[in-house]
């Protein structure tokens, strides 16, 4: 069979495989024997290297033999025991292979089936006959496309192990140092009647504060981890209960803190609106964000400064928020704070803490449909606001 008569035609004009496609592995799953070895033919020409199978079931049969998965593949619809549809819900449905972009080969136009294939996570589609260049090209641009989305993931999984790596050498050995430091002073006492009391309560009082901070910090991985990769959407929905007084979650906030004697020495008001209607949400998440921005509010705030918590209706949305009047940060850093593990200006500060704090607060927003809105001035300090949308309001 020619070419022609596989469904394939002729181009006059040429297309060479560029640097992004150098070295792809493509899979090749079409149950026409000569439409298979033409398009084996037109891909190996063009310098990829080129598996193939019969059918789904082969096609299955491939993938698992692979040393690793191929970087596309092109797969018939019609096809014998299973076909099209089948096979790329199995590869959607594999941790191994649900990368994998997916161009579907058919001679069918039928818009229904271009849908339903777009829906399960199919890339693109070719209807025979088809242009040789057209294909080509359509081929290196998934795969550009497929690489840049893969090198776009390294960099953000590579950032993020640099960023743990260095938030495990420093903050985690912190508290660690603190509790083996008092600790190994407790121990130096051949007898612990012989230790002035002051002086004992002043090493439990180390060794406690370095257990708290280091759980908080191991409980702030484990729920950003949770609220990023985790059921939180699910755990949330069945939680959800009218809220009819803000105070109240506040007041589970200022209890939960890591810290809330230093509150303390802060002047804190509350600036509550009245008759608020009762509003949508789970209470625990929510204390908890409150919390974190309770503790940022304390953390970059100077003592005998005033931290404002407040909580109004405006424009049909319910609106928590926590003011301080602490140091601020740049307009251009802002933008930047929701992401996990950052902190503004870590390297000249060396705040404590994991920097995961506005991130979780993020993700526990979105949870809610809400956002997280920051309005904050150098010298003058910060103001972070949680806005509940309208349908969360009874």
């Known amino acids: 069979m020619s070419r022609h008569e596989a469904g394939v035609l002729g181009d006059e004009n040429g297309v060479r495989m560029g640097d992004a496609?150098?070295?792809?592995?493509?899979?090749?799953?079409?149950?026409?024997?000569?439409?298979?070895?033409?398009?084996?033919?037109?891909?190996?020409?063009?310098?990829y290297t080129v598996f193939d199978a019969y059918d789904g079931v082969n096609a299955l049969e491939v993938l698992g033999k692979l040393a690793a998965p191929p970087d596309m593949i092109i797969a018939d619809i019609m096809m014998p025991r299973m076909d099209g549809f089948e096979l790329l819900r199995r590869v959607r449905d594999s941790e191994?292979?649900?990368?994998?972009?997916?161009?579907?080969l058919t001679a069918l136009d039928n818009p229904k089936d271009m849908l339903r294939g777009k829906e399960m996570g199919a890339e693109e589609y070719i209807t025979k006959p088809f242009l040789i260049g057209d294909f080509l090209r359509l081929v290196e641009a998934r795969l550009k496309r497929y690489r840049?989305?893969?090198?776009?993931?390294?960099?953000?999984?590579?950032?993020?192990?640099q960023d743990i790596l260095r938030l495990l050498n420093h903050e985690f050995r912190t508290p660690l140092t603190l509790i083996i430091a008092y600790t190994d002073m407790l121990r130096s006492y051949e007898q612990a009647e012989a230790m002035p009391k002051p002086m004992l309560i002043e090493f439990l009082a180390g060794v406690c504060d370095g257990a708290q901070r280091l759980r908080r910090l191991v409980e702030n991985f484990v729920l950003l981890a949770e609220l990023h990769y985790g059921d939180g959407a699910t755990k949330l929905a069945?939680?959800?209960?009218?809220?009819?007084?803000?105070?109240?979650?506040?007041?589970?906030?200022?209890?939960?803190?890591?810290?809330?004697?230093?509150?303390?020495?802060?002047?804190?008001?509350?600036?509550?609106?009245?008759?608020?209607?009762?509003?949508t949400g789970d209470s625990e998440s929510l204390v908890i964000a409150l919390r974190e921005l309770l503790d940022n509010a304390v953390?970059?705030?100077?003592?005998?400064?005033?931290?404002?918590?407040?909580?109004v209706l405006r424009d049909g949305h319910?609106?928590?928020?926590?003011?301080?009047?602490?140091?601020?940060?740049?307009?251009?850093?802002?933008?930047?704070?929701?992401?996990?593990?950052?902190?503004?200006?870590?390297?000249?500060?060396?705040?404590?803490?994991?920097?995961?704090?506005l991130a979780i607060v993020d993700a526990i927003a979105k949870l809610h449909d809400a956002r997280v809105h920051i309005v904050s001035r150098e010298g003058q300090g910060t103001t972070v606001q949680i806005v509940m949308p309208l349908d969360h309001l009874f």
């Open 148 to 161: 840049a989305l893969q090198r776009m993931h390294q960099n953000r999984v590579e950032s993020l192990k």
């Open 299 to 311: 953390k970059f705030s100077d003592e005998g400064s005033t931290i404002t918590l407040g909580a």
């Open 238 to 279: 069945w939680r959800m209960r009218d809220i009819d007084d803000p105070r109240t979650l506040f007041r589970e906030a200022i209890d939960c803190m890591t810290r809330p004697d230093e509150l303390s020495h802060r002047h804190v008001v509350l600036e509550i609106a009245p008759d608020l209607p009762a509003f």
């Open 318 to 357: 319910i609106t928590l928020s926590v003011r301080d009047e602490g140091r601020g940060m740049p307009i251009g850093q802002v933008a930047r704070i929701g992401a996990a593990f950052y902190q503004i200006d870590r390297h000249t500060t060396e705040d404590q803490g994991v920097g995961a704090g």
């Open 96 to 104: 191994v292979w649900a990368h994998i972009p997916i161009t579907f």
């Open 21 to 47: 496609t150098q070295g792809a592995v493509l899979l090749v799953v079409e149950d026409d024997f000569q439409m298979r070895q033409v398009l084996k033919e037109i891909l190996t020409n063009e310098g």
